[in-house]
């Protein structure tokens, strides 16, 4: 036992990091990675909106893409109240054509 406690304590400089160093590895790929993916997938989303889209800004507005402008980044989108300018960073998700259709109809 004597052995093994000289022994762990004599070779302590990267086995007193492994801990750490195997929580990193674990947050990275539980936590970093996935977020990465998910901001790359908003990014391509966002630049690939067209005009006549329904879609869902971040707040919540319902409505449909009228105009893109494409120095500004921002997009018009008419709701029911009227045309509203907003960012593109601000349109969260495009509503599917089978939803859009089904709310159509009432």
Do not use: C, W
Not at 64 to 88: L, M, P, S, W
């Amino acid at each position: 036992m004597n052995f093994l406690t000289i022994f762990l304590q004599a070779s302590g400089g990267i086995t007193a990091f492994l801990p750490f160093i195997l929580m990193f590895v674990v947050i990275y790929f539980f936590m970093i990675r996935p977020q990465m993916k998910r901001q790359k997938q908003e990014k391509n989303f966002q630049s690939s909106l067209t005009r006549g889209s329904k879609v869902v800004t971040s707040s919540g507005i319902h409505g449909k893409i009228v105009d893109i402008v494409e120095g500004e980044n921002t997009v018009i989108i008419e709701t029911g109240a009227g045309r509203i300018k907003f960012e593109q960073s601000a349109v969260s998700m495009e509503l599917s054509k089978k939803y859009a259709s089904s709310t159509d109809k009432n």
